[in-house]
């Protein structure tokens, strides 16, 4: 097992959360994914979210920090591959771009936070509601 730094991003708007369908899994959730070396967690979720998405957000609010196995930290992938994630989730505001899927999405979609997409990651749910709960301070799973 390996530990790795993570980041995700929640962006919403009039139409709702911005969801993305993962070329990984198949299944939809926040944009994000891994911290690079010599990468702030700040300048990695903007990375990310241009790379996935083809938006550029900023960072405004920490939502939380999640480690814990249960909030569903630790992921196997299709390759054997386990990945236990130490994860910062960030609320941002788009600063430009438009919508484009890259190479690791397979849709980018709106959905109203209670209309969300069956095939949702559960970790990916934690952290949408943990966001949408308003609190000032972040959480820590």
């Given at each position: 097992?390996?530990i790795?730094?993570?980041?995700?991003a929640?962006?919403?708007?009039?139409?709702g959360v911005?969801?993305q369908?993962?070329?990984?899994?198949g299944?939809?959730?926040?944009?994000g994914?891994?911290?690079e070396p010599?990468e702030?967690?700040?300048e990695?979720v903007v990375r990310?979210?241009?790379?996935e998405?083809?938006?550029?957000v900023?960072p405004?609010?920490?939502?939380?920090?999640y480690?814990?196995?249960?909030h569903h930290?630790?992921?196997?992938?299709a390759?054997?591959n386990v990945?236990?994630?130490?994860?910062?989730?960030?609320?941002?505001?788009?600063t430009?771009?438009?919508i484009?899927?890259?190479?690791?999405?397979l849709?980018?979609?709106?959905?109203l936070?209670?209309?969300?997409?069956p095939?949702?990651?559960?970790?990916?749910?934690v952290?949408i509601t943990?966001?949408?709960?308003?609190e000032?301070?972040?959480?820590?799973r």
């Amino acid at each position: 097992m390996v530990i790795r730094p993570g980041v995700s991003a929640f962006i919403r708007c009039a139409e709702g959360v911005l969801l993305q369908k993962r070329d990984d899994n198949g299944l939809w959730g926040l944009p994000g994914g891994s911290v690079e070396p010599g990468e702030s967690i700040t300048e990695a979720v903007v990375r990310e979210v241009r790379e996935e998405t083809g938006l550029d957000v900023e960072p405004v609010r920490l939502i939380g920090v999640y480690s814990s196995p249960a909030h569903h930290q630790i992921v196997t992938y299709a390759d054997g591959n386990v990945i236990h994630y130490i994860s910062s989730s960030f609320e941002c505001r788009i600063t430009g771009g438009e919508i484009a899927c890259g190479p690791e999405s397979l849709a980018c979609e709106w959905f109203l936070p209670d209309r969300l997409p069956p095939g949702l990651m559960p970790m990916a749910r934690v952290r949408i509601t943990d966001a949408l709960a308003g609190e000032v301070r972040a959480f820590i799973r």
